[in-house]
């Protein structure tokens, strides 16, 4: 496996290093000691599956306020997404920034995102397949979130946003006087 540090301290890129033959492919995609080389150490207490049919739906952003903040492992094993991991920490030098990565299948990427960031994605493909590895489970009355189009996130996404759910469509905006979560 391969890191990458981000823009965005904390959060990483994670590449798997496959090894191929011809029979096909075998690669790595979680391992907790070389994990705990880059200082990931919280272990994983849940994994989640989202599947999204349209091309165009954009999910999030999520997070979990204190205590249930979760760092969370992303990784595409269908499909394409534009996956977006915004800085929510207070005091933190990219507060309110963002990074984004496509991930797919073939590029094998996995974004780490660590605790006091949102979350979300928008697809690129019809019938895109997310896989998450969480840190906190999952505590529905610590749940938080900014809208996808919020001004103060300034988020390119690559595509219209054809589809959302009406929660997520209704987000609230960040206002001044969200200073950040405490981590």
Known sequence: MKFTALPLKGAWLIEAEPFSDHRGQFARLFCERE?????????????NHSLTREKGAVRGLHYQHPPHSEAKIVRCLRGACFDVAVDLRKGSPTFLKYHAVELTPDNMYALYIPEGFAHGFQTLEPDTELL???TEFYTPGS?????????ATCINWPLEATD?????????????KFTGIDI
């Open 35 to 47: 994990l705990a080389k880059i200082g990931i150490t919280s272990p994983l207490v849940q994994i």
């Open 164 to 176: 959302l759910s009406d929660r997520d469509r209704t987000h609230p905006l960040v206002t001044d």
């Open 132 to 134: 998450y590895f969480h």
């Open 143 to 151: 749940e938080g979130a900014i809208r996808f189009d919020d001004p």
